[in-house]
C-alpha cells in the first residue's frame, strides 16, 4: 500500500469518547479504511457502558490503534489537550479531530488532509459551499448558523465554520498556541483554538464536510456548553475591541510628540 501522505509526517486521529458503545468499532474501522497510515488515538473518560473496554479490544488487535483512559467525564476540550499532548509527546506531525458518533466522516479526512499541504490548520466546515448537514434538525441548524455568525462579527475572525470540531492541525501549529492556556469546554475551545491559530497569523483553510447527525447512542451537548459559548465570544470580542481602542490611542500619541519633536518644541 502506498503512503499517500508521506510527506505530511505521521498522522494521529484522536477520537475523544463518552459512552459511545454503539460506534466506537464502526468509526476505528471507518478510519482504518480510509487512511490506512494513519493512527489512533481514543481518548476515553471511563466511559460506564464500557466503551474503554471495547477500545482496549481493538487495540490489542492492531498497533495503529492506541487508548488512553482518563479517570472520568472532563469534557471534550480536557480529553483533547490530553490527546495532543500525547500525540506530541510520541513525534506524530499531524494531529486530527474527530467525533466518534460518525458525523465526522472519516472518508473525508483525505481532502482535509490534502488541504492541509497549504495550510496550518484545516477545518471540515459545514457552512462553506459544497458543505451541509444530514439530519439535523432546524433548531440545530440555527443555532449553529447563527452562533457562527455571532463568532464572525464579535471576534472578526473570517470563518464561516470555527465551531466545528472536525479538524487538522500541523503540529507546529499546536506548538505554537500556547495550548497551557486555552480555557473552556465545548464549541468555546474549538472557537479558542481556530481564533487563536488566525490571530497568530497562520493559515486557516475551510474545506467543505457532510456532517451526518449520530445514529446511535446519545449527545453530550448541553444548555450549558451553549451558554457558555455565547460569553466567552462576548467577553473574547470585548477584549479584542478595547485593545485595538489602545493601540490606535497609543498610535495617536506616537504620531503627536513625533510631530512636537520634528517641530523643535517638547
Ligand atoms: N473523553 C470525552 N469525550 C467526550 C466528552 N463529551 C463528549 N465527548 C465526545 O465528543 C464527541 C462529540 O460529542 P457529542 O455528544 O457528539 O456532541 P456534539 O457532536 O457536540 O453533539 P451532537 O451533534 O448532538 O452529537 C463524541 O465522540 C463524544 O463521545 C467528555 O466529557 N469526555
Ligand atoms: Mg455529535
Known amino acids: 500500500m502506498t503512503d499517500q501522505f508521506a510527506d505530511l509526517g505521521r498522522i494521529l486521529v484522536i477520537i475523544p469518547t463518552y459512552n459511545e458503545m454503539e460506534n466506537i468499532r464502526r468509526i476505528t474501522?471507518?478510519?482504518r479504511a480510509a487512511v490506512p497510515e494513519a493512527e489512533i488515538l481514543v481518548a476515553d473518560d471511563h466511559s460506564p457502558d464500557g466503551t474503554g473496554r471495547i477500545a482496549d479490544e481493538l487495540a490489542a488487535a492492531d498497533d495503529h490503534i492506541?487508548?488512553?483512559h482518563r479517570l472520568g467525564k472532563e469534557g471534550l476540550a480536557a480529553a483533547y489537550m490530553a490527546?495532543?499532548?500525547w500525540g506530541?509527546?510520541?513525534?506524530?506531525?499531524v494531529l486530527v479531530e474527530m467525533d466518534a458518533d460518525g458525523s465526522h466522516q472519516?472518508?473525508?479526512l483525505p481532502a482535509m488532509l490534502d488541504a492541509l499541504r497549504n495550510a496550518d490548520l484545516v477545518l471540515g466546515s459545514r457552512w462553506v459551499p459544497g458543505g451541509e448537514v444530514v439530519n439535523w434538525p432546524k433548531s440545530r441548524e440555527f443555532l449553529s448558523r447563527g452562533g457562527n455568525l455571532?463568532?464572525?462579527l464579535?471576534?472578526?475572525v473570517p470563518l464561516q465554520d470555527a465551531t466545528g470540531g472536525y479538524r487538522v492541525f500541523r503540529a507546529s501549529t499546536l506548538h505554537r498556541l500556547e495550548l497551557d492556556n486555552v480555557a473552556s469546554?465545548?464549541?468555546c475551545f474549538q472557537v479558542d483554538m481556530a481564533r487563536r491559530t488566525v490571530q497568530s497569523g497562520m493559515r486557516v483553510r475551510e474545506v467543505p464536510i457532510t456532517f451526518v447527525e449520530r445514529e446511535y447512542g446519545t449527545s453530550k451537548m448541553s444548555g450549558s456548553i451553549v451558554r457558555e459559548a455565547l460569553w466567552r465570544v462576548t467577553v473574547w470580542g470585548a477584549q479584542e475591541r478595547a485593545e485595538k481602542v489602545r493601540a490606535a490611542v497609543g498610535r495617536r500619541r506616537a504620531a503627536r510628540s513625533a510631530r512636537r519633536i520634528a517641530a523643535g518644541g517638547r
Open 150 to 152: 455571532y463568532t464572525r
Open 29 to 31: 474501522a471507518r478510519v
Open 66 to 68: 492506541h487508548v488512553m
Open 88 to 93: 506530541l509527546d510520541a513525534g506524530f506531525e
Open 83 to 85: 490527546g495532543f499532548a
Open 106 to 108: 472519516p472518508e473525508q
Open 185 to 187: 469546554q465545548g464549541y
Open 154 to 156: 464579535a471576534l472578526d
